[in-house]
Nanobody, 122 residues
């Protein structure tokens, strides 16, 4: 069981920014694609952003966050970050960090964090 520890959630006004972070075990971090999913009340869980493990740090984003959110990873700190700018009320959700050995972010075989709440007020 891969343990992922998230931090950085909270409440912010629309237009504001937050940064989420997620730490994975140091010994396996470099082998994991890292990403973020979110679940809003009454909605299905959705992919937000991902960053690959293959040294290229290739990133991918949901259309809804493209240009506003930035995912990055720090191999030395075995941590992945999600910088969220221009937050909208529609971004209110529980955000889950994921680690995926397959770099696919399809849900299969992924490790999940416990979730951190992000609330954006109008």
């Amino acid at each position: 069981q891969i343990q992922l520890v998230e931090s950085g959630g909270g409440s912010v006004q629309a237009g504001g920014s937050l940064e989420l972070s997620c730490t994975a075990p140091k010994e396996i971090f470099s082998e994991l694609g890292m990403g973020w999913f979110r679940r809003s009340p009454g909605k299905a869980r959705e992919f937000v952003a991902g960053i690959s493990s293959d040294g290229t740090a290739a990133t991918s984003y949901a259309d809804s966050v493209q240009g506003r959110f930035t995912i990055s990873r720090d191999e030395d700190d075995h941590t992945v970050y999600l910088q969220m700018n221009g937050l909208d009320t529609a971004d209110t959700a529980t955000y889950y960090c994921v680690g995926d050995p397959a770099d696919q972010f399809t849900g299969l075989g992924m490790a999940w964090g416990q979730g951190t709440q992000v609330t954006v007020a109008s």
